[in-house]
């Protein structure tokens, strides 16, 4: 039975995503609580966290308060996490390394002209997940970052993707490690779209 760590279950979208492992015969684990295992095959971080005064523009001028605390959440606190999982992941087989965000984080996609605490606090961690690919795609470690589009999309429905996204692997061409889809930085959404950092 594979190990998974989900770092929270609080959301509707978490307990759908929670309810999904389970059913398919995966045991799961929430970091806010004893995790009572050797190894963690699974790792999903549901960070994703925005501040209802989050609305000032540049012109406006930014708020420091607020993009502290959003920095926090978004990027301290899961990169804590993540440190203190790690060894539990490499003791595992899986290897597989899944975390949330949102294409309105997307330096390509967005065109919001305010929300800077969120989308500054997403490029901090963007950078992150590029760095953490870098040195654990070598020794097998596999990442999936997914949009699950709350308030677009059920969150059933995007519980479900999310879940198929993070158990399936993406493919090569004729079995050649040069054009191995797992090198490829995307953002996948909840409605099975591809998105650029």
């Known amino acids: 039975m594979m190990n ?11 307990k759908y995503l929670a309810n999904a492992f389970i059913r398919e015969g995966y045991n799961v684990i929430t970091a806010d609580t004893d995790v009572s ?5 699974l790792y999903i ?17 930014m708020d420091e308060a607020i993009i502290k605390k959003v920095y926090e959440k978004n990027v301290l ?31 390509n996609g967005t065109r919001d002209t305010n929300g800077y605490a969120y989308k500054l606090s997403k490029a901090a961690i963007h950078n992150f997940y590029q760095m953490a690919m870098n040195r654990l795609s070598p020794g097998g470690y596999t990442i999936r970052i997914y949009d699950p589009m709350h308030g677009e999309v059920d969150a059933e429905a995007s519980a479900e993707g999310a ?10 061409e004729n079995n050649d490690p040069r054009r191995n889809d797992e090198n490829r930085r995307v953002i996948r959404d909840a409605s099975g779209r591809e998105h650029a950092w």
């Open 37 to 41: 295992v050797d190894c963690i095959d």
């Open 163 to 172: 879940f198929n996204y993070f158990t399936r692997q993406r493919g090569s």
């Open 4 to 14: 998974v760590l989900i770092t929270r279950q609080e959301s509707i979208f978490e």
């Open 77 to 107: 606190d899961p990169l804590k996490m993540f440190e203190k999982y790690l060894p539990f992941l490499d003791a595992g087989t899986g290897k597989r390394v899944c975390f949330l965000t949102s294409k309105e984080a997307s330096i």
């Open 45 to 61: 971080d549901v960070s994703d966290e925005r501040d209802e005064d989050d609305k000032f523009t540049v012109l406006e001028g």
